[in-house]
């Protein structure tokens, strides 16, 4: 049951670090801290897991549900659904425009810059346009999503498989220690009076 061939520790799980990095690339503030805040519990389970702390375990358990949340939220946000714009500054927390990294090095995009410097307070920014894109951004964005959500159930299935363990493990160890009808402090408990009968006899 403290194997760690798990969820937790499995290659799926680089997924996480996967897509941090290229948040990172496109200053998707938001993401970032949600990437970070996942990496950290998911290490925090494989410690419980290895440790035998269920309590690790069971935070692990609720992150994921906050986990598959948030992943669902980027799926909308992707598909703009329900009034959400992709093209909004809700992910960088409205400090820059940057969208995701994918949106400019997506497979076959193709990037070219146009200068524009004729326009007055713009000769050090030029436009950027991108073309002949074989998946757009956002389905590329909403299929990591969709990875992360289906590693969560899994890893949510296991954690409550490993916690259900653990308890069954703990019950029958106090089964078997509280029931014990001669404990090891009677059985020297009068020595002397064995020996004089012993003697006597």
Same mark, same amino acid.
């Given at each position: 049951?403290?194997?760690?061939?798990?969820?937790?520790?499995?290659?799926?799980?680089?997924?996480?670090?996967?897509?941090?990095?290229?948040?990172?690339?496109?200053?998707?503030?938001?993401?970032?801290?949600?990437?970070?805040?996942?990496?950290?519990?998911?290490?925090?389970?494989?410690?419980?897991?290895?440790?035998?702390?269920?309590?690790? @375990?069971?935070?692990?358990?609720?992150?994921?549900? *906050?986990? +598959?949340?948030?992943?669902? /939220?980027? =799926?909308?946000?992707? &598909?703009?659904?329900?009034?959400?714009?992709?093209?909004?500054?809700?992910?960088?927390?409205?400090?820059?425009?940057?969208?995701?990294?994918?949106?400019?090095?997506?497979?076959?995009?193709?990037?070219?810059?146009?200068?524009?410097?004729?326009?007055?307070?713009?000769?050090?920014?030029?436009?950027?346009?991108? @073309?002949?894109?074989?998946?757009?951004?956002?389905? *590329?964005? +909403?299929?990591?999503?969709? /990875?992360? =959500?289906?590693?969560? &159930?899994?890893?949510?299935?296991?954690?409550?498989?490993?916690?259900?363990?653990?308890?069954?493990?703990?019950?029958?160890?106090?089964?078997?220690?509280?029931?014990?009808?001669?404990?090891?402090?009677?059985?020297?408990?009068?020595?002397?009076?064995?020996?004089?009968?012993?003697?006597?006899?």
């Amino acid at each position: 049951s403290r194997s760690c061939n798990s969820p937790f520790s499995s290659p799926f799980q680089l997924a996480a670090l996967e897509r941090q990095v290229f948040d990172f690339l496109g200053y998707q503030w938001a993401p970032i801290l949600a990437n970070f805040l996942h990496i950290i519990i998911v290490i925090l389970g494989l410690f419980g897991t290895i440790q035998y702390r269920p309590r690790y @375990i069971v935070v692990y358990a609720i992150w994921t549900a *906050i986990w +598959v949340t948030w992943n669902i /939220f980027i =799926i909308c946000f992707y &598909l703009e659904v329900g009034g959400l714009s992709k093209d909004s500054e809700l992910l960088t927390f409205n400090i820059s425009r940057h969208q995701s990294w994918w949106s400019e090095n997506g497979p076959g995009c193709v990037r070219k810059e146009a200068s524009m410097s004729g326009i007055k307070g713009l000769d050090s920014h030029s436009y950027v346009s991108v @073309i002949g894109c074989a998946l757009e951004y956002r389905y *590329i964005e +909403v299929m990591h999503s969709s /990875f992360q =959500i289906l590693i969560a &159930l899994v890893g949510f299935v296991y954690a409550c498989y490993v916690v259900s363990v653990f308890t069954e493990e703990e019950d029958s160890f106090d089964f078997i220690g509280g029931f014990d009808p001669f404990p090891l402090y009677h059985v020297n408990e009068k020595p002397t009076n064995l020996l004089f009968k012993q003697t006597y006899l």
